[in-house]
């Protein structure tokens, strides 16, 4: 890949992670998700536990959609919604990138402080 | 079955602040910690992984002051990280902003604390990836943990509602 394209893909990475970032920010899309990792549902059975408007309900579907944390198919008049776990896995290699990297910067430090504390201060190369 | 049904419903309630933690034990005072974190100059020696070489530090040292750090990796590229200080108290605790390369999108959160364990310190960061203004203020961020763990779990049902 060369350079610009990757530049292109990075940029839709983060814009993907932040679209499944603001999705998960709501309660009541976090709700929907853990319902959804049960298995699949239609928009009404979704909404019976909330004391929410179908249309309401139906906006959070279209947030968890364009995240694409979840997806839907029409059927005759029913639409049905599956969880869509792909999309996690974004943020499983954003945590795991930021873990390596803070286990290493703590690991840096610690070699720091400590030759300090023996007597050296060696720069690290 | 029952773990799956346990892991989902931590989502729907969980409500804790950390995106995600990483926590070292140090042998050293907390104010040398806090120290080594906060002086340009100490942080040109220590800052980042092995095989990334910090360049450049600026940064000014109280709430709202910006800092500003050069990484360069072995390709020779250099990734600069910037951000400002929500919160500033020595020997405790660091709060602040997180850029990389100047990102679009929303800023993410780091939180540095140094808790004091005998002649040790516990350093505990805690990274947060803010979705939005309100995501912020509410501290809904213990999700994450608990999705990343969804998300396994899911991949490992036998797909009926993964096929399509």
Known sequence: ??????????????????????????????????????????????????KMSLPALSRHIRVLERARLIRRRVEGRVHRCWLFPEALSDIDQWLEGYRGFWGAALNSLAEYVERKGSGGSNRRE | ???????????????????????????????????????????????????????????????????????????????????????????SELVFSWRVDGQAGLAERVTVQFMPAGDSTDVIVTHEHIADATTRSEHEMGWVGCLAGLSRLVADRTPGAQSS
């Open chain 2, 1 to 91: 079955m029952s773990s799956a049904k346990d892991q989902a419903a931590a989502i729907g309630v969980s409500n804790s602040t950390a995106a995600l933690v990483v926590r070292r034990r140090i042998r050293a005072p907390a104010s040398e910690l806090f120290a080594a974190w906060t002086d340009p100059a100490q942080l040109l020696q220590w800052w980042g992984p092995k095989g990334v070489v910090c360049t450049e530090a600026i940064l000014e040292p109280r709430v709202g002051g910006a800092y500003r750090l050069g990484n360069r990796l072995a390709s020779g590229r250099v990734v600069w990280i910037t951000g400002e200080f929500e919160r500033f108290v020595p020997p």
């Open chain 1, 1 to 50: 890949m060369n350079a610009i394209s990757k530049r292109i893909a990075k940029r839709q990475r983060v814009e993907r992670l932040d679209l499944v970032f603001s999705a998960l920010s709501d309660p009541t899309r976090r709700a929907l998700l853990s319902r959804l990792a049960e298995g699949p549902g239609t928009i009404s059975e979704l909404a019976a536990p909330f």
